[in-house]
């Protein structure tokens, strides 16, 4: 497998795995509805102690350095295309991982998004 493949795996997986840890974090933590400052601050401080938080912002950090390294090697044409298979892996981990009800529509979405990425891909070069 290409280290350019391999990248954009990271991106995709660990991307959408640090946004569903980052969104169980939050979740532990409740909504939020005021969006003053110290308000903000509050849910920071209280974010900053879920376990999950700090798994999420790592492997978000791995998808960003992952990026960095797949736009070195290709053109952003062709990775920002690439790595939106995050939203079919977003559907499928918020359904597992969060126990969130995807509707029909919503898959068929996910349908498309797969397609266009099929074609970019294969109309890589």
């Known amino acids: 497998m290409a280290w350019e493949t391999v990248l954009l795996l990271l991106i995709v997986v660990a991307g959408t795995s640090g946004e569903l840890c980052v969104t169980r974090a939050m979740k532990t933590i409740g909504e939020v509805h005021d969006f003053r400052p110290s308000s903000l601050l509050r849910v920071m ?46 559907a499928l981990g918020g359904q597992v991982f969060l126990g969130e009800r995807v509707s029909r529509r919503r898959w068929l979405g996910v349908l498309l998004v797969c397609i266009g990425v099929t074609l970019v891909f294969f109309g890589r070069k």
Do not use: K
Request: aromatic share 14%; proline share 4%; charged share 5%.
């Open 45 to 90: 401080l209280r974010a900053i102690q879920v376990p999950w938080m700090w798994l999420g912002v790592a492997l978000m950090a791995v998808a960003f350095f992952s990026l960095l390294g797949a736009l070195s090697m290709e053109n952003v044409s062709f990775v920002v295309p690439v790595t939106a298979l995050s939203y079919a892996a977003g």
